[in-house]
């Protein structure tokens, strides 16, 4: 297994348009987070699968994202009508873990989008 | 909610030498997980350690040590005989219940 994978590495978009972003977990991870990182900032935060349920999502996230992970294996995420401010490095990760406990986190390489 | 700090945007070191990267949380919680993140230039997020909150040990990983202070909310960083490759940005990050919090990261230059 080679980790954590995400595709694109690169996106550069017109502002209005909607691009969708897939990433390939560890194949044994039942975990998935999506994070956004702009430039000189630590990732914050989007949303969290377990399995193919969304157990969690940010106030960050807003009604032009949207995440899916349909088969609890890879998931994509979706900005509609994209903005400038949506430029930034989207960043996937994965971890195993069990009911109560915490795995840790691998990263893929992420996604950097561009919107002109 | 809780919030990372960061209080060192940058910092070097001279190749060999020890470092510290500091970094303070703020939580309500009892049980939790803290961890520092590695991001080379242009490369991806790697874990570079782990710490339960549970435990009073801290976590040693080859190199890499962290002066862990419960009461004080603190979680330091130790990077001993630094190596050219251990330039980074160095990010410090927070878990509980699944929802991870970074900090601004430390971007570490480390000069032959």
């Known amino acids: 297994d080679t980790g954590v994978s995400q595709n694109p590495r690169h996106k550069i978009t017109k502002r209005g348009q909607n691009v969708t972003f897939r990433c390939d977990p560890i194949s044994e991870h039942n975990r998935l987070y999506w994070y956004r990182q702009t430039l000189g900032q630590g990732p914050e935060f989007l949303t969290y699968?377990?399995?193919?349920?969304?157990?969690?999502k940010s106030r960050l996230l807003s009604d032009r994202f949207s995440a899916e992970r349909p088969k609890g294996s890879f998931s994509t995420l979706e900005i509609q009508r994209t903005e400038q401010g949506d430029s930034a490095m989207y960043l996937c990760?994965?971890?195993?873990?069990?009911?109560?406990?915490?795995?840790?986190?691998?990263f893929g390489p992420g996604t950097r989008l561009l919107v002109l | 909610a809780q919030t990372v700090t960061q209080s060192q945007p940058e910092m070097s070191v001279q190749e060999a030498e020890t470092v510290t990267l500091s970094c303070t949380y703020d939580t309500s919680e009892n049980n939790y997980y803290l961890f520092w993140y590695k991001q080379p230039p242009s490369r991806q997020m790697i874990l570079v350690i782990r710490q339960e909150a549970y435990k009073q040990q801290n976590a040693t990983e080859n190199r890499f040590s962290v002066n862990f202070q419960k009461a004080a909310k603190s979680f330091s960083l130790k990077i001993s005989d630094s190596q050219l490759g251990d330039t980074a940005m160095y990010f410090c990050a927070f878990m509980n219940n699944n929802d991870m919090r970074f900090g601004a990261g430390t971007r570490l230059t480390v000069k032959p």
């Open positions: 990760a994965s971890s195993f873990g069990l009911a109560g406990g915490v795995g840790t986190q691998y």
């Open positions: 699968f377990q399995n193919e349920a969304q157990l969690e």
